[in-house]
C-alpha cells in the first residue's frame, strides 16, 4: 500500500465535516467537538468553524490536520 496516498485522501478537504481527536481547553474546545473545514491554511493546518445548532460559529480555530478526523456519512471502502 502507498502510504503517501493514504495521507493526502485522509487529509480534511474544505466544507468537509471533521471532529476535534484532542481537547483545546483554552478555547473551551472538547475532544469529539464537531466542525467544518473552511480554509487550508499550509499542507498542515486547516481553519476549522465550530457552531451551535443554529448555526452561528461560536469558534472558528487554526487546526492542526493530526487533530481532526474527518466524518464519513456514506459507507466509503476502508
Do not use: I, K, W
Not at 483545546?24 to 487550508?40: C, I, K, N
Not at 457552531?51 to 471502502?77: F, I, K, W
Amino acid at each position: 500500500m502507498n502510504t503517501t496516498n493514504v495521507e493526502t485522501s485522509d487529509r480534511p478537504s474544505v466544507m468537509d465535516v471533521v471532529a476535534l481527536l484532542t481537547d483545546l481547553p483554552t478555547l473551551r474546545l472538547a475532544r469529539g467537538q464537531v466542525g467544518t473545514v473552511v480554509e487550508q491554511l499550509d499542507a498542515e493546518t486547516s481553519l476549522v468553524e465550530f457552531s451551535d445548532e443554529q448555526g452561528r460559529a461560536y469558534a472558528v480555530v487554526p487546526c492542526s490536520r493530526m487533530e481532526l478526523l474527518t466524518l464519513h456519512y456514506v459507507p466509503e471502502a476502508a
